[in-house]
């Protein structure tokens, strides 16, 4: 059908596409002086006219093309900030929990502070940080607690307007050590001044101004890895006899149980630890506009987006940073296929992972426990032990 501001001359019902072809060639030869130049006849309207069949073709091929490079541009283009109303607070602070991932977030961490030459506190190695005004005493953008909830002072704020400071500013990528070069950018640097009610001490009730990272992980996971580790654990407090695990230690203690057995007395340690002081650190954080809850199955399930919502939160959104982070953090995705798996990877089979969540889920109280821990951080009721 002719488009209405053609003449029906020009549109002809019955259309010989060899016809047309042979046309557009004609017309083509007109344009460079070729041999078959000169042809008007072979088409029913004027050369060069918006209703002849090679111009209506090239418009089509044109709008199409643009699209495509619409497209093009819209999924190489960086993704949105969701927390671009954080990147002006500071510092940063991280708390992860016995067996959440804690050694691959360090890792990631280190060679990010490394790679952006931020100054970053892990597990008090600089000082110690277990506040926000502890941080900035220290000047450190970013301070990490393994055992997270000893951070203080993180209540959290009940919808408070108050506008935070501007207490960072932008990252800048290190130009030595580090394939490749970026343009060097103004250092992040945690200022002391305008933070809140900390003043120049070290002690704070309630800091609003600060983002949290927290690194959580399914119970069950945890209760099986926790099992798995104190095993064979050499750290001192499951070395040394206590009465409550019959005069003996509590790696010997789960040596000699059962399977079955062994778990439900891990279930029951759990539970006075990282069981309960992950939904206690949740409680206290996962409100609040700024804080990532960071699972830690995410990053087996897509890396790549669970890394761009941690260099978010962290305020890195330049294309050329981005892609920085990304090739100093790439040896340590131990979930990429045929990768060797890393130390702070269980190398446990799945199918004896398999049998001990079906013994964990056979245990009435067991399950109930977890289940409870499930529910208060936001996971499924039930996971990788199946359903009912």
């Not at 619409?70 to 900030?81: E, K, V």
């Not at 490394?114 to 970053?120: E, L």
């Not at 439900?264 to 630890?273: G, L, N, P, Q």
Request: one cysteine or more; a positive charge; glycine letters at 8%.
């Amino acid at each position: 059908r002719a488009p209405p501001h053609c003449p029906r001359s020009s549109m002809p019902a019955d259309r010989d596409y060899l016809q047309e072809e042979r046309a557009d060639e004609s017309e083509y030869g007109s344009l460079v002086g070729g041999p078959d130049a000169g042809h008007p006849e072979s088409v029913d309207e004027a050369p060069g006219s918006w209703c002849s069949s090679g111009e209506v073709r090239r418009r089509v091929l044109t709008l199409l093309l643009a699209v495509l490079l619409f497209f093009r541009w819209r999924a190489a283009a960086p993704p949105q900030s969701k927390f671009a109303q954080c990147h002006s607070i500071g510092p940063v602070l991280v708390g992860s929990h016995h067996k959440t991932g804690t050694v691959l977030l360090t890792h990631l961490l280190k060679d990010a502070c490394d790679a952006m030459d931020w100054r970053c506190v892990f597990n008090h190695d600089r000082g110690h940080c277990a506040s926000v005004a502890e941080a900035r005493a220290l000047d450190a953008d970013i301070c990490l607690l393994q055992h997270g909830v000893q951070f203080k002072g993180l209540v959290p704020s009940a919808g408070s307007s108050r506008t935070p400071p501007a207490v960072l500013a932008a990252a800048r990528p290190r130009a030595a050590g580090v394939n490749g070069s970026v343009e060097a950018q103004p250092r992040r640097r945690a200022l002391g001044a305008g933070g809140g009610s900390s003043g120049g001490g070290t002690e704070v009730s309630f800091d609003p101004n600060y983002r949290f990272v927290h690194a959580v992980r399914d119970p069950l996971e945890v209760v099986l890895s926790g099992y798995l580790y104190h095993l064979r654990t050499t750290e001192r407090w499951a070395n040394r006899p206590e009465s409550r695990w019959n005069g003996t230690t509590y790696r010997a203690y789960l040596n000699a149980l059962s399977l079955e057995e062994g778990l439900r007395a891990e279930v029951r340690h759990s539970a006075r630890d990282n069981l309960k002081t992950m939904p206690r650190l949740f409680d206290r954080t996962a409100r609040r506009p700024c804080t990532l809850t960071l699972r830690f199955e995410d990053f087996a399930t897509d890396w790549e987006a669970t890394l761009g919502s941690l260099w978010d939160l962290l305020g890195v959104t330049r294309p050329a940073e981005l892609a920085l982070l990304a090739r100093v953090s790439e040896k340590h995705n131990v979930y990429r296929h045929n990768n060797t798996r890393g130390s702070h990877v269980s190398s446990t089979s799945t199918d004896r992972r398999a049998a001990m969540r079906e013994l964990i889920r056979r245990s009435p109280d067991a399950i109930a426990r977890i289940r409870s821990v499930r529910r208060k951080l936001g996971y499924p009721l039930v996971g990788l032990e199946g359903t009912g």
